[in-house]
């Protein structure tokens, strides 16, 4: 019994000496109780952006465009100085095929960080859809120096070059994006025939399966552009050829992603 009694004064005297000392009491789990005024303290402006950074990039994983571009304004106006917020609704705006908004919030986004190799390479994308070849091209090739490695920027800069009838420069960017042989040919004959190149794009689908006989795209894409030749309707040049892209981030591609 007098063990006892000692064992309780003994931490007792503890607790004393931790409470003088000034130790502030933590909950179950080792961490420390926030006081209440840090608790109901309002979010800052950049909490609230990261927030509605989250809750857009979901909208978009759904599919709903709309909403996303919704919850990306309030990051923009919550945290200005960000460009995440103006980039993704440069996107989704290009998705709706709303050129003239997505080409305000590029820009607005390249004002807050003109480094970035990848926003380069979207904007110059964008630009490429739009049949802008020389400012696409720009843009591209800025997005390479920042980043010499970048694939999808070397990717897309040779659809340009393909569609300015620089097939050598093409073939060289499409090889640099980490095609082989064989790929890059059909990512310049799939060019050549959506621009009813017909004789150069049967000349580069021989090339490909020289290159590599066991292609899995290369031979379809040479039956269906003969398909294509042996018809005589007016339209006949306007099938199909994303079946045989790629594609990145919900935007369509061909090899060298």
Same mark, same amino acid.
């Given at each position: ?12 005297? @503890?607790?004393?000496?931790? +409470? ?20 109901? #303290? =309002? ?5 609230? @952006? /990261? ?18 571009? /919704? ?11 960000? @460009? ?28 807050? /960080?003109?480094?970035?190799? *990848?926003?380069?390479? *979207? ?25 010499? #490695? ?57 090339? &490909?399966? *020289? &290159?590599? =006989? *066991? +292609?899995?795209?290369?031979? =379809? ?12 309707? =007016?339209?006949?040049?306007?099938? #199909?050829?994303? +079946? ?14």
């Amino acid at each position: 019994m007098q063990r006892n009694a000692v064992c309780w004064v003994a931490i007792f005297l @503890a607790g004393c000496v931790l +409470s003088s000392a000034g130790c502030q009491f933590q909950g179950i789990h080792g961490f420390k109780r926030e006081p209440r005024e840090v608790r109901d #303290r =309002p979010l800052s402006g950049r909490q609230v @952006a /990261d927030v509605q950074l989250t809750l857009a990039r979901s909208l978009e994983h759904r599919g709903e465009m709309e909403q996303a571009i /919704d919850a990306y304004q309030i990051a923009v106006e919550k945290d200005p100085k960000r @460009a995440t917020g103006y980039w993704r609704m440069a996107i989704l705006q290009d998705r709706l095929g709303k050129i003239e908004e997505s080409k305000a919030m590029y820009q607005a986004a390249l004002k807050r /960080d003109s480094k970035n190799s *990848d926003l380069l390479c *979207d904007y110059g994308y964008s630009l490429y859809l739009q049949r802008r070849w020389a400012e696409s091209e720009q843009q591209l090739k800025q997005a390479i120096v920042l980043n010499p #490695r970048h694939l999808r920027a070397h990717n897309h800069l040779g659809l340009v070059l393909a569609q300015t009838e620089q097939s050598e420069a093409a073939l060289a960017e499409f090889r640099k994006a980490g095609c082989d042989s064989a790929e890059a040919r059909i990512n310049l004959a799939l060019v050549m025939t959506l621009n009813h190149r017909w004789d150069e794009a049967r000349e580069q689908y021989e090339l &490909a399966l *020289d &290159a590599n =006989p *066991d +292609s899995a795209t290369a031979q =379809p894409g040479l039956e269906n552009l003969e398909a294509v030749l042996a018809k005589t309707e =007016p339209n006949a040049g306007t099938f #199909r050829m994303t +079946s045989l892209m790629r594609s990145a981030d919900g935007k369509p591609e061909v090899f060298g992603k």
